[in-house]
């Protein structure tokens, strides 16, 4: 047995203070700097994804505001190329991923029973890198006129084509801030997935073998090996980019023998991975709230999990989808067609399997539920439109347009997003000791699911009607103006959604009721601990014998372990 | 909770070691890393516009190949003078371990030197130079890191500072020192056997 670590007697020894009481700002700010607890990593995670989530979502703001009506001046075209560009990569590397190795640093060693994650330092490291390498990228509106007084921000896309990022054609220094951002966020992500692969392989409690493992911590898992696969690549092709921006080298330049069409495959081999990388967690959020909310077990467990690798092995082949348009051969475009629509085979597996733990469930609805079930329906619109585009000669047709814009956001908001809201609204009780407010979450739900809807779906029929993105503006008269102004009067409604995000996170926190150690009645060991979990999560190390501990410590006459 | 549920439970308890589950991941990651610079050679390989092409400058590393892939014998070597208990033979083959790396490292050193000098082949000259200095240079500096972590092993080792229970600790830096040596095995393949005999086409 383990209890022999607890030593009753035992002082963690601390920083010494910079002469502050607890609770003051300066100590609060010393902690966060020197803390290496995975929860406060955690949290720290997500409350700074949730900062640039603001900043990136008013750039959004203004690209609406600036389509609202044809031929509008408010934001000029090369205003416009940046408010797109750091909207996007801001959105991928500054929000999705922080938020979701804010969810897996706080919730994988607590699930596994273990005290911290393998590498408590490794963690604390992978968290600042991350953070500057956002500071970095937002440092570039100030830094990256340089000597040749030209452009500031990145203005090159989130994909970053070459040979638009040549020193011929992006002057100054703003994508050398781009690419060393990525590079940077590219280091911090690859360290947090080895301490994520490491704890949830060597940390388990006794008992917790991998079929008992919660669904969560598996898709952990499986996204953990994605991203040390995906992202050297693309941390690859930032190093060629430096070299081709710095030494002269000849990787993207077209005139000395290099290819621009290479740096699309090997943008995409990370690019595409990447989209399972940040859809994955919120998989995994869903397997944890659906169960629980229905009263059920999850339907299927192994096929789940045997759904979630196929998942990653099959994105790892796919990533020339997003580049049918470039002439490749038919063979290649047929290869990757398939593939793609491979993919629908196992996410398909996933949702009849959501579909069939509520069915015949006992469903209660509350914020993590509602979240949940729109998630469900929003991400079925964005999987069939996605098995659209994997037809070749149906991209080549829509590729560039609004129908792709629409896709992709119904893809990580109506996906990504809701799954994220309802992950907070899950466990910030367990976070932070108190129930979020459920009037208020309902606003919440309800203007911000209209909200997205009235902005996305009609950018699907502007892209029918052949709207190219990235556009700064365009003429009236063309059947477009209908759509983008829906489209822009939907953004409000989404707007005062977050802002009664805000407001529930807030009001909760100080008025909210105190949620106690299990307030959902829920089965995973998160909820064995006390709400906020103590600094070392456990005080006795828990034993499990089933894939629901908690349902066997609260029904010792119907246990689990006696039917698996 | 342990009453209710202490009964079913595996008495023998064993998951791998973090260090070993970490190091196998660090050496996935970086061949994927790697995977990637190889690829873009490959890709480019016959389509230069200017010269010098890889068959007029390049010439088979024979001593610095069997230098590097000698040495991870002489790593194994260490290790089991290690688990005996001999102390001086761990130095001893640890010593020579380094000087095989570092006869590496020299030769890399020189080969660029001629290639720059003698036969003006930058990273800017054409595809062939952009990615054979950063092929080799990704290796060479994964060689550097190594031999800085061997060089601080003996240097700790020297100084009694590398207790006994800390053998895991250096079995792990010779699996990284392996993962070295077979990324050049990949490496030589492709830039001094398949390259050199690779027509240019344009």
Known sequence: MNTDIVDENFEMPKPQPIGQERGSLTRIAQEMVFTVDHKVLGLMYIASGLLFFVVAGVMAVFIRLQLAVPGNTMVPPDVFNRLFTMHGTAMVFLVGMPIIFGFANYLVPLMIGARDMAFPR?????????????ILLYF????????????SAPDVGWFAYAPLTGRAFSRGHSTDYWTLSLLLGGIGSMVTSVNIIVTAVCLRCKGMTLGRMPLFVWLFLVVAFLVIIAVPPLSACQIMLILDRYLGARFFDTQAGGSAVLWQHFFWIFGHPEVYILILPGFAIASE????????????????????????????????HHMFSVGMTSLENTFFAISTLLVAIPTGIKIFNWIGTMYGGKLRFELPMLFCLGFLFQFLIAGLTGVMLAIAPWDWQLTDSYFVVAHFHYVLIGGLLYTIFAGIYYWYPKALGKMPDWKLGLWHFVLFTVGFHITFFPQHIAGFLGMPRRIYTYEAGRGWDLWNLISSIGVIFQVAGILFFVLNLIYSYIWGKDAGDDPWDAWSLEWATSSPPPAYNFETIPEVRSRRPLWDLKHPEDPDWKFE | MSSATATAVPTEWKLPSTRKVAVITLILTESSLFTIFLVAYLFYMGKNLTHPYPNEVLEFPVLATIALLSSSFTIVFSEMALHRGSKLWFHLWWAITI??????????????????YKE????????????????????????????????LILILSLLGKVPKDHTEHIEMISWYWHFVDAIWVVVVTVVYIISIRVPNVT
């Not at chain 2, 570092?102 to 660029?112: I, Q, R, S, V």
């Open chain 1, 140 to 151: 570039s509106y100030l830094g990256a006129p340089g000597l040749y007084a030209a452009g």
């Open chain 2, 120 to 151: 003006n082949l930058t990273v800017a000259t054409n595809v062939f130079g952009s990615t054979f200095y950063s092929l080799v240079g990704l290796h060479a500096s994964h060689v550097i890191i190594g031999l800085f972590l061997l060089c």
């Open chain 2, 99 to 116: 000087l095989l790396g570092g006869y590496f490292l020299w030769f890399t050193g020189a080969e660029w030197h001629h290639l720059i």
């Open chain 1, 289 to 320: 709230v659906i169960p629980v909310f229905s009263r059920k077990p999850i339907f299927g467990y192994p096929v789940m999990v045997a759904a979630s690798v196929m998942i990653a092995f099959i994105s790892l082949g796919v990533w020339a």
């Open chain 1, 122 to 134: 490794l963690n604390a490291f992978g968290f600042w890198v991350f953070f500057f390498s956002g």
